[in-house]
């Protein structure tokens, strides 16, 4: 079965560290550039970033208010998609997805989106 | 940054109605616009990408339309199925931006 399934969220301090796990199966993810889109409660999707394949360098894009403080990686030998959040501030609460373009593998059209991981930043 | 505006943010129908939403970019993006539904609890769901082009799957009432900075996603015969909130995205270029959203609620 092609599914993404996102691990690692929960409650973490205002300055703490959380890091975000997505593992994918079915489907080639070597070859796919990954993405993270995350939804405050009750607010919109916001695009958080993405990781190109490493036959695209593997370089990383980041949205604004998470660059410096955000990392994307990837392990392919694990077929696991990674989001390292450091500086946390309580804006950062929200629902976390990983997301792909399942047709295109290097495209924008998101059609495979795992559950969600919510995390939560709060003193 | 590509603004994307979508309107109404929020609207009531009945079953049977026919609903638009707009979504309006602050340049143009050619045809590269996404179309997502999303229901409470749940992950967004790919309806239309370029445009207007429909997901498999995906029933023929709904359809989108339009290019440059104007869009449009129409649901022919509101089902009761389709209560749920839409969102548009732009495709164009990182960073890539979404629509605020618009909640399709029962009248």
């Known amino acids: 079965e092609v599914q993404l399934v996102e691990s690692g969220g929960g409650l973490v301090k205002p300055g703490g560290s959380l890091r975000l796990s997505c593992a994918a199966s079915?489907?080639?993810?070597?070859?796919?550039?990954m993405n993270w889109v995350r939804q405050a409660p009750g607010k919109g999707l916001d695009w958080v970033g993405r990781?190109?394949?490493?036959?695209?360098?593997?370089?990383?894009e980041y949205a604004a208010p998470v660059e410096g403080r955000f990392t994307i990686s990837r392990d392919d030998s694990k077929n696991t998609l990674y989001l390292q959040m450091n500086s946390l501030k309580t804006e950062d609460t929200a629902v976390y997805y990983c997301a792909m373009d399942l047709k295109r593998l290097d495209g924008s059209d998101f059609d495979l989106w795992g559950r969600g991981t919510l995390v939560t930043v709060s003193s | 940054d590509i603004q994307m505006t979508q309107s109404p943010s929020s609207l009531s129908a009945s079953v049977g109605d026919r609903v638009t939403i707009a979504c309006r970019a602050s340049?143009?993006?050619?045809?590269?616009v996404n179309w997502y539904q999303q229901k409470p609890g749940k992950a967004p769901k790919l309806l239309i990408n370029?445009?207007?082009s429909l997901q498999s799957g995906v029933p023929s009432r709904f359809s989108g339309s339009g290019s440059g900075t104007e869009f449009t996603l129409t649901i022919s015969s509101l089902q009761p199925e389709d209560f749920a909130t839409y969102y548009c995205q732009q495709c164009y270029t990182t960073p890539l931006t979404f629509g605020g959203g618009t909640k399709v609620e029962i009248k």
């Open positions: 079915g489907f080639t993810f070597t070859n796919v550039w």
């Open positions: 340049q143009s993006i050619s045809t590269c």
């Open positions: 370029a445009a207007a």
């Open positions: 990781i190109r394949s490493k036959t695209n360098g593997g370089t990383t």
